[in-house]
């Protein structure tokens, strides 16, 4: 299987898994293509309060609900980017290797 790296992540020469990588990407595209949209709702919006207009001022009340939604989700989109770099750097073998060599330096009584 393929893998590529991930510069600046530990010590640069952690590993990860090439589908893993296409995920993280797929995910981050996610989360920027709802904060353009975000950048958008909040400029309606902010066009909205300045125009003072009832029909508009009531419309805000949508736009902000659509706005905490979209936020919503970019939260869940981060909670589970994290999950699965985690588990990813968990499941690394060059992690597995160094865990281990950890795990023979702090034996006691050597």
Known sequence: MEEE?????GDGATQVDSKVL????KSFLQVQSILDQNRLLINEINQNHESKIPENLSRNVGLIRELNNNIQRVVGLYDDL?????KSMEASPE???????NQKRARPGQ
Do not use: M
């Open 22 to 25: 296409q995920s993280l990407q």
């Open 5 to 9: 790296r991930l510069p600046g992540i």
């Open 95 to 101: 992690r597995d290797t160094k865990r281990k060599l």
């Open 82 to 86: 994290s999950l699965s770099f985690s």
